[in-house]
């Protein structure tokens, strides 16, 4: 009994492109043309390129509904800042700084002569920095505490230690009667058993500046006067200075455009080379190498296009947007081997127009279910949480709709004028009529260049490439043996068994060095700074977000409870911890006041505050109710993104247990953590909705309904493989790789998509001779669109930025793994189902009337 088809939109919009490919054929020079004027009218979006360029980290690398945004919020409204008395510890964005990192070269005490020298002979320098004419300098544009510059503590406690044969205590040590934390400025201490610095191998320093009203222009001045001056610092011999400005990262995402660039023009000259030495043809008249150089032009002059028309609209152009010619050169060069192939496949006796209405009737129609697919799939990731995400969905879905229009038009109006030439056999090169048989009168020399137009007189198309002869004569009989189908079936499990493994093994979470050059300046100095100050992690705001009565005993020894909870986590120092409370507790303590009084407790607050100013910041009082307060712990040993993961979402569990009040938890750097929570649900959620418009789609447009199941089944396979084989390239799930992941993704189910379209519409008979048949078919144009995409994106193998790198290693996975799908695994898949054809069914109904 026939399979029931499922192709209700198949045979009418073959239909449709068949008249379309003849009107093609017919006038050629319309769709050639038009779409060449239509790209220089768009170009001229690119003018507004550096308008439209936003590489904001935060805006666009983190997720827009974050809850550590919502906490941030929280904090702006309940502890402004007090511009008076600043504190490093309570800011809650990353402010206006400049920071260097002084490392021993010769593995002796940096905190010892010589090397001392040159720390404190550099901070002089840094120091001197003047701008505006020399009438601002860092006395004038630092952020003051109690009148005065905050300065590197550091620098004073060696400097009076020195001078009083004194020993500085770690990581907590004092100086003018105040504790001061060590662990974030020293790095590489070793300690006495009485914790006092016997040396230290790096340290850290800071210089803070206003960030307010007409000083943030000449703060940003002396930023740039920083980087000059460390740039080119070459006095100190002692020690390895690295440095880094609240700017820095963002400059080196902003230079991702102009380095990729470059890499854009390599990478279309790569393919070009690659698809002219495939497309090449001894034969003088049906040599393809002008409709090679063209298919790869189609790509570009559809990226120009999309691009453009976007710019002109105002939409963002983030880095993640870089990728998007790659990825559409690849989508380009798939669809031209296919329609090659398919007008190789055409009778050439034919008129031009009648070839064009057979390659767009084969062609074209397993180029749309790709198409379709993969922009359904994009405009769906207009709705991500990541903005840099929405704007490459946008990009990306808008070039896809202009390379598929531009492969009907533009590469088919050529492959048109292409053919008309053949059909006068007209040299490729010179375009002069040549003949078709070798002359008599001729040398061997004329006969090789001046002498074409053979085409196989049996079938009436042009003679297959061996390649194609392979594919049909070898490779294809060679699959569908029984032992051969055994072995597949043995290593595809196989594969399966390790890409599961692999799954669960890796590595979520993002190095924001990873966004950096790798020999930047940035990238240099979050290396130094994981290496020598992982010991001590980020200071964590503990904040009470609701009104509290602090001063009720019972209610106060509760929320006690819960703040131990934190310092007891393995990863915070309970000996680093500031606590307003716990300060005012002993203040009161020491006076003999009685602070478990309502008003005993708020008269005294202010007499308490005005003693320890600091400590006012962290109170939101207002009348006579507290409002929010807020506590500082002390993480350590965070040394890699996966155990700031970690750290995140234990701080969070531990806050939401407090039953004594409302509790949450926040450091600037949460805001970039926050996609942790968010990365792994994403990219779950791009599969599921990649797989579910693939089945839809499929079910629509591929002949039998359990051929349109195994393309489905396809892309959780190579999901499958990709990430397990992520983990043996080192390349972990973050935001930039989740993108690159899902797109990548989308773009496997083409391999497989193409070989079943072939296989159910083979006329053969029985299902091995429909694989073969698809083999013989396609199997070289999917050989050619991966291999010369994989050369093409090799290029960015040697960029200098991690994106690139990362965008090159899972494109190589995908087209890899896919490839193997399309060629092995789903041919051999299709032949253990019996699919239906026209011929089937009408054999089986005059069989049924047969035996009525």
């Known amino acids: 009994m026939g399979c029931r088809r499922t192709d209700c939109l198949a045979k009418p919009l073959s239909g449709l492109f068949e008249k379309l490919g003849s009107l093609v054929g017919s006038c050629p020079f319309y769709f050639f043309v038009i779409p060449v004027l239509l790209s220089a009218a768009l170009s001229g979006g690119f003018i507004f390129l550096k308008d439209r360029e936003d590489n904001d980290l935060e805006q666009q690398f983190t997720p827009t509904k974050g809850p550590s945004k919502a906490t941030r919020a929280f904090i702006r409204e309940n502890f402004p800042y007090n511009d008076s008395m600043f504190s490093g510890d309570r800011l809650y964005d990353k402010g206006n700084f400049a920071s260097l990192i ?53 620098l004073e406690i060696v400097g009076a230690n020195e001078a009083n044969q004194t020993s500085i205590n770690y990581p907590v040590s004092t100086f003018r009667s105040s504790s001061v934390c060590m662990g974030s400025v020293l790095g590489g201490v070793i300690t006495d058993a009485s914790d006092s610095v016997i040396s230290a191998r790096a340290v850290k320093l800071f210089y803070y500046l206003e960030n307010q009203g007409s000083a943030s222009e000449a703060s940003k001045s002396w930023l740039r006067g920083f980087k000059a001056l460390l740039s080119d610092e070459t006095d100190s011999k002692h020690t390895d200075v690295s440095y880094y400005t609240s700017k820095s990262k963002q400059e080196e995402i902003d230079s991702h455009t102009t380095d990729g660039f470059p890499l854009f023009l390599i990478t279309y000259a790569s393919a070009i080379t690659f698809s002219v030495i495939s497309c090449l043809r001894l034969d003088n008249v049906r040599n393809k190498v002008w409709v090679a150089v063209f298919g790869v032009f189609s790509s570009g002059l559809a990226v120009l296009s999309s691009f453009g028309l976007l710019l002109y609209i105002g939409v963002p152009f983030v880095i993640t947007v870089a990728n998007s010619p790659f990825l559409i050169l690849g989508i380009g060069l798939n669809n031209m081997f296919i329609m090659v192939s398919d007008w190789q496949h055409t009778n050439v006796e034919d008129p031009v127009p009648k070839r064009m209405a057979h390659t767009y009737k084969e062609a074209i129609m397993s180029i749309t279910i790709t198409a379709v697919t993969d922009v359904l799939k994009f405009s769906i990731g207009v709705k991500s949480d990541f903005p840099s995400v929405q704007s490459f969905c946008l990009y990306t879905s808008a070039s896809i709709m202009f390379c598929y229009v531009y492969t009907i038009t533009f590469f088919g109006a050529f492959l048109a004028l292409n053919g008309r030439r053949e059909a006068s056999n007209r040299h490729w090169l010179t375009c ?37 002869n392979f594919f049909k004569d070898y490779y294809g009989p060679f699959l569908i043996k029984p032992w051969v189908k055994a072995a597949v079936i043995f290593l595809y499990l196989v594969y399966l068994t390790i890409s599961i493994y692999g799954c669960f093994h890796v590595q979520q979470g993002i190095e924001l060095n990873d966004l950096a050059a790798d020999k930047s300046h940035v990238t240099i100095f979050n290396k130094k700074d994981r290496q020598h100050f992982s010991d001590y992690g980020p200071s964590v705001m503990v904040i009470v977000s609701e009104e509290f009565p602090y001063w009720d005993e019972t209610k106060r020894f509760q929320l006690h409870g819960c703040i131990e909870d934190f310092t007891r986590l393995h990863f915070v120092d309970k000996d680093v911890y500031t606590s307003w409370l716990d300060s005012y507790l002993s203040y009161g303590q ?112 591929i002949p039998n309904p359990i051929c349109s199941l195994w393309v489905t089944c396809s892309i959780g396979s190579v999901t499958a493989g990709v990430t397990g084989f992520m983990v043996l390239w080192d390349v972990s799930l973050d935001s930039i790789s989740m993108i690159i992941f899902t797109v990548c993704i989308g773009f496997t189910v083409d391999f497989s ?74 041919p051999i898949f299709l032949t253990s189902i019996s699919c239906c054809s026209d011929k089937d069914e009408s054999e089986d109904k005059k069989l049924k009337i047969s035996k009525l």
Do not use: W
Request: proline residues 3%; charged residues 20%.
């Open 102 to 154: 002084a490392v021993s070269t010769d593995n002796s005490n940096v905190l010892a002569n010589p090397a001392f020298e040159d720390i404190i002979r550099l901070n002089n320098k840094i120091l001197n920095i003047t701008v505006d004419d020399g009438r601002l300098g860092f006395n004038e544009l630092c952020a003051k505490a109690n009148g005065e510059c905050v300065s590197n503590v550091i």
């Open 590 to 701: 020491e006076r003999y006041l009685n602070l478990d009084d309502k008003d005993e407790f708020l008269k005294n607050l202010f007499h308490f505050f005005d003693l320890y100013p600091f400590l006012k910041q962290d109170v939101n009082l207002t009348g006579d109710a507290i409002f929010a307060s807020r506590f500082f712990i002390q993480t350590v040993d965070i040394t890699n993104a996966s155990m700031e993961m970690e750290m995140l979402h234990v701080l969070r569990t531990t806050a939401s247990r407090c039953r004594a009040a409302s509790l949450s938890v926040y450091n600037q750097k949460f805001i970039f953590m926050d996609q942790y929570d968010v990365v792994v649900s994403s990219t779950i959620k791009n599969v599921g909705v990649i797989t579910a418009v693939m089945l839809v789609v499929s079910l629509l447009l």
């Open 753 to 826: 998509a193409h070989i079943s379209y072939a296989f159910v519409s083979s006329s053969k008979q029985s299902p091995d001779d429909k694989a073969v048949d698809a083999l013989s078919n396609l199997g070289y144009p999917i050989l050619q669109g991966a291999l010369s995409t994989i050369l093409g994106v090799s290029v960015l193998a040697t960029s200098k930025f991690h994106t690139f790198r990362t965008f090159f290693k899972l494109f190589f996975l995908v087209m890899l793994i896919g490839m193997v799908h399309g060629l092995v695994f789903i």
């Open 432 to 468: 002069v009529k040549i003949p078709s048989d070798n002359p008599d009168d001729c040398s061997e020399m004329y006969n090789i260049c001046c002498v074409g137009g053979d085409y196989d007189k049996n079938t009436g198309a042009e003679k297959k490439q061996p390649a194609s």
